[in-house]
């Protein structure tokens, strides 16, 4: 980490105090802040996900009451996006392996080293960053979308099979001075500046499709 690079908070959810102290000690030595949590209520409570892009969750598998699994399927129905990294024995992998098909990040065999540890960590720091990017531009081009007139949208489609002007006009029964218009107007509400930017943005935020 760098000192240009925005602090990945890490939320460690652990029964065990020894396990929490030993991690938290660990990556802020690293430079990573860290919140840490008894148990899973406890996090869900608290966690707040506007901070998601800055965020990862190491938590653990096997809890007492709320179990990590459990956890993870409220954060999904909720929304969050932060990147789950389970902790589990070797029992538990399985589930592990099952909550990741699920949408959870990656898993830690206990027990781990340091190594594994902050390259996992690294990893889910960087998928945090680009996960909310990702939201962020595709939250946009559908506002873009939203503020498109029904003939707008028609002329955006158009240019962004490759048409002409005077070929849309023809398809669309308009001048190709309409055209021209509905293009710009488009262009302004996407703030591009031409066909190829707006094609990359819808396909960025996958709006079009390839």
């Not at 996006?81 to 070797?90: A, E, L, Y």
Request: with cysteine; proline share 2%; glycine share 4%.
């Amino acid at each position: 980490m760098t000192e240009a690079t925005t602090p990945i908070t890490v939320h460690i959810v652990d029964d065990e105090a020894d396990i929490r102290d030993a991690l938290a000690l660990l990556l802020n030595a690293e430079r990573y802040r860290t919140a840490v949590y008894e148990n899973a209520d406890d996090f869900i409570s608290r966690y707040d996900n506007s901070q998601c892009a800055h965020a990862v969750v190491l938590m653990d598998v096997r809890m007492p009451g709320t179990s990590g699994l459990v956890a993870h399927q409220t954060m999904m129905a909720r929304g969050w996006m932060v990147p789950v990294v389970f902790m589990s024995g070797h029992g538990d992998i399985q589930m592990a392996v099952n909550a990741i098909q699920k949408g959870a990040f990656s898993f830690l065999e206990k027990p781990f080293n340091d190594s594994e540890l902050l390259e996992v960590v690294a990893e889910a720091g960087e998928a945090a960053a680009q996960r909310t990017a990702e939201a962020d531009l595709k939250a946009c081009a559908e506002r873009n979308l939203e503020s498109l007139t029904a003939r707008e949208r028609d002329v955006m489609l158009a240019v962004c099979a490759g048409h002409a002007n005077k070929i849309i006009a023809r398809q669309l029964g308009l001048s190709p001075r309409t055209v021209e218009i509905h293009r710009a107007r488009v262009f302004h509400k996407f703030d591009v500046d031409n066909a190829q930017q707006l094609v990359r943005q819808l396909m960025a935020a996958k709006l079009l499709d390839n």
